[in-house]
C-alpha cells in the first residue's frame, strides 16, 4: 500500500503547475493578439514574425497539457518537459543575438523545471 505523501509536496506541484500553465496561457495570448512589445522583441533577436502563432500555439498546447497532467499524469510530464525545452531554446536565442534581458524567459523556464521536478517527486514519471 503506498504511503500517503505529505500535503505540503502536493500543494507546492499544484501552485507551480497552475503558474506555470497561466504564465504560458497568458503569454500564449499576447503572441496570438499580436501586442507590439512582442514583435519588437522578436524583431530583435531576428525571429521571423510568421512564427509568432505557432510560438503562441506551442505556449498554449504546453499549459493545457499542464493542466490535463492533473488527470494524465505523462501529459503533464510531457509537456513540463516541452516546456523547458522551449524556453531553453528562447534563453539561446537571447544570447545568440547578445540580448541579456532574460529575465522573462528564465522565470517561464524555471516555472518549467519547478513543475517537472515536483511532479516527478509528487507522483513519479507516470
Given amino acids: 500500500m503506498k504511503t500517503p505523501e505529505p500535503l505540503p509536496m502536493f500543494t ?4 507551480a503547475t497552475l503558474l506555470a500553465a497561466a504564465a504560458n496561457t497568458f503569454s500564449a495570448t499576447v503572441d496570438f493578439l499580436r501586442y507590439q512589445p512582442v514583435l519588437t522583441n522578436m524583431a530583435k533577436l531576428g525571429v521571423p514574425e510568421s512564427w509568432l502563432y505557432l510560438l503562441g500555439a506551442l ?3 504546453g499549459a493545457i497539457g499542464l493542466l490535463a497532467g492533473f488527470g494524465v499524469p505523462l501529459i503533464g510530464t ?3 518537459a516541452g516546456l523547458i525545452l522551449f524556453f531553453t531554446a528562447a534563453l539561446l536565442t537571447h544570447l545568440r543575438a547578445r540580448d541579456y ?3 522573462p524567459s528564465g522565470t517561464f523556464l524555471l516555472l518549467a523545471v519547478a513543475t517537472l521536478a515536483l511532479g516527478l517527486a509528487h507522483r513519479g514519471p507516470w
Fill in 59 to 61: 505556449k498554449a498546447a
Fill in 101 to 103: 534581458g532574460l529575465a
Fill in 78 to 80: 510531457a509537456a513540463a
Fill in 12 to 15: 507546492a506541484y499544484v501552485v
